[in-house]
């Protein structure tokens, strides 16, 4: 009887110093976009020594032990606490408020910091010789290694979280990364230009043809001046792709290990992947994980700087940018675009009813398909004659915001 009241107070002792577990983390003010960093209790702790909790273990790299509490290299504890951290809101998020049965059911995940490896869908991770992966994170979907591959790379695994180390790199050598402002807002202004040049046409060719009007200009000096106005557009577009560098930092980094939008991005994917599946990086896969995240932050502004960590720009919930065919592109799937269009349909429809319409709407979603002027928008429409409080005055809402946005 002593042994097992011994044995109940080492257990009772070893859980409250689990979960009375502080440490530092980075969160956002409440007022401002600012990070700063806070001492936060470690939530749902088993080990009292390391990050091992009921939900998330946290490793560095391809280890299988967690990230121990007494950890020297203060940056790997940060991150270390970070994400342990802010997974533990998503998680709480998604099966308290969203009452996701996939979030709640789902196996401890194991979640990597510091990881270079390539995800290897064979084998888990491809060779150390292959590039490192610098300045991002990805979920990966769970897997095991084929019965050929050999013996010492045999391998099974849930879904896991993988982030990257920061790497500061010349912006000049990542390539175009899409367009800056001043090129979206062309680009967005061209339908309109060329229906408008459109109609001006046909109506010339009819008062030329049928109602047989005077004119002070010939026919065929009035079709060069439509073509070269449209030619002049063309040719603004392709100069103003040098304002490029204005819009750029000289060096670009990530450490997304130490972003919280991050953390609530990619464990939103895992919980989508029921229907959208996490090898696929479009507009339309990222832009529903973007969204809850942004629920998750509670911020008009997501992904913002975070000082020595990153210097990525922020995306905004609210963009006022109409829809062009570009962002339908997949290098198009970073932008804020899609986050402003269900933004958008949550404001229309009300927080509870948005969010609800939009996670239903995955379930008529293809995830490597569906694009942004139809596949989207036909399931939030489907999605919003489940969900929706009365769906026959809602759509007429949801056609308001389609509109709005430029579709």
Same mark, same amino acid.
């Given at each position: 009887?002593?042994?097992?009241?011994?044995?109940?107070?080492?257990?009772?002792? $070893?859980?409250?110093?689990?979960?009375?577990?502080?440490?530092?983390?980075?969160?956002?003010?409440?007022?401002?976009?600012?990070? =700063?960093?806070?001492? #936060?209790?470690?939530?749902?702790?088993?080990?009292?020594?390391?990050?091992?909790?009921?939900?998330?273990?946290?490793?560095?790299?391809?280890?299988?032990?967690?990230?121990?509490?007494?950890?020297?290299?203060?940056?790997?504890?940060?991150?270390?606490?970070?994400?342990?951290?802010?997974?533990?809101?998503?998680?709480?998020?998604?099966?308290?408020?969203?009452?996701?049965?996939?979030?709640?059911?789902?196996?401890?995940?194991?979640?990597?910091?510091?990881?270079?490896?390539?995800?290897?869908?064979?084998?888990?991770?491809?060779?150390?010789?292959?590039?490192?992966?610098?300045?991002?994170?990805?979920?990966?979907?769970?897997?095991?290694?084929?019965?050929?591959?050999?013996?010492?790379?045999?391998?099974?695994?849930?879904?896991?979280?993988?982030?990257?180390?920061?790497?500061?790199?010349?912006?000049?050598? *990542?390539?175009?990364?899409?367009?800056?402002?001043?090129?979206?807002?062309?680009?967005?202004?061209?339908?309109?230009?060329?229906?408008? *040049?459109?109609?001006?046409?046909?109506?010339?060719?009819?008062? @030329?043809? =049928?109602?047989?009007?005077?004119?002070?200009?010939?026919?065929?000096?009035?079709?060069?001046?439509?073509?070269?106005?449209?030619?002049?557009?063309?040719?603004?577009?392709?100069?103003?792709?040098?304002?490029?560098?204005?819009?750029?930092?000289?060096?670009?980094? *990530?450490?997304?290990?130490?972003?919280?939008?991050?953390?609530?991005?990619?464990?939103?994917?895992?919980?989508?992947?029921?229907?959208?599946?996490?090898?696929?990086?479009?507009?339309?896969?990222?832009?529903?994980?973007?969204?809850?995240?942004?629920?998750?932050?509670?911020?008009?502004?997501?992904?913002? #700087?975070?000082?020595?960590?990153?210097?990525?720009?922020?995306?905004?919930? @609210?963009?006022?940018?109409?829809?062009?065919?570009?962002?339908?592109?997949?290098?198009?799937?970073?932008?804020?675009?899609?986050?402003?269009?269900?933004?958008?349909? #949550?404001?229309?429809?009300?927080?509870?009813?948005?969010?609800?319409?939009?996670?239903?709407? #995955?379930?008529?979603?293809?995830?490597?398909?569906?694009?942004? $002027?139809?596949?989207?928008?036909?399931?939030?429409?489907?999605?919003?004659?489940?969900?929706?409080?009365?769906?026959?005055?809602?759509?007429?809402?949801?056609?308001?915001?389609?509109?709005?946005?430029?579709?």
């Amino acid at each position: 009887m002593n042994y097992k009241i011994i044995s109940l107070l080492a257990l009772f002792t $070893s859980y409250a110093f689990a979960a009375g577990t502080s440490f530092t983390v980075i969160v956002r003010e409440e007022f401002t976009n600012n990070a =700063i960093k806070v001492n #936060r209790e470690m939530m749902n702790l088993e080990d009292s020594h390391s990050f091992d909790g009921r939900y998330f273990k946290i490793v560095l790299g391809k280890s299988k032990d967690a990230v121990a509490f007494d950890e020297k290299d203060p940056e790997t504890l940060l991150r270390a606490a970070n994400t342990y951290y802010h997974l533990n809101i998503a998680r709480d998020y998604w099966v308290n408020i969203m009452h996701s049965e996939r979030a709640a059911n789902m196996p401890k995940m194991i979640v990597r910091i510091n990881i270079t490896n390539q995800f290897d869908d064979l084998g888990h991770f491809a060779h150390d010789n292959r590039s490192p992966e610098f300045n991002n994170a990805l979920s990966i979907p769970a897997g095991v290694t084929p019965d050929w591959v050999p013996s010492d790379r045999q391998d099974r695994w849930d879904n896991e979280i993988w982030y990257r180390p920061m790497k500061k790199i010349l912006a000049s050598e *990542l390539g175009p990364t899409g367009p800056n402002p001043i090129t979206a807002g062309l680009m967005a202004m061209e339908r309109p230009l060329v229906n408008y *040049l459109k109609l001006q046409l046909t109506h010339r060719l009819i008062e @030329q043809f =049928i109602f047989r009007q005077s004119f002070t200009r010939p026919l065929p000096e009035q079709i060069a001046r439509y073509i070269g106005t449209y030619a002049m557009f063309k040719l603004m577009v392709h100069e103003s792709y040098r304002a490029d560098r204005l819009f750029m930092e000289e060096y670009y980094y *990530l450490d997304t290990a130490m972003v919280p939008e991050v953390s609530f991005h990619e464990y939103s994917h895992v919980v989508l992947s029921d229907s959208l599946e996490m090898t696929h990086s479009t507009p339309v896969v990222e832009g529903m994980a973007d969204y809850f995240a942004a629920i998750m932050s509670g911020k008009r502004k997501v992904y913002d #700087r975070v000082g020595g960590y990153s210097n990525s720009a922020p995306k905004d919930t @609210q963009e006022k940018r109409k829809y062009s065919h570009w962002d339908e592109a997949n290098r198009a799937a970073t932008g804020d675009f899609t986050l402003s269009v269900l933004w958008d349909v #949550r404001e229309a429809l009300g927080p509870k009813y948005g969010d609800e319409v939009i996670y239903e709407a #995955r379930k008529f979603l293809k995830t490597g398909s569906s694009n942004l $002027s139809s596949g989207l928008l036909k399931a939030i429409l489907r999605a919003c004659e489940i969900k929706c409080e009365m769906p026959g005055r809602d759509k007429y809402k949801l056609y308001e915001v389609f509109s709005w946005k430029g579709f």
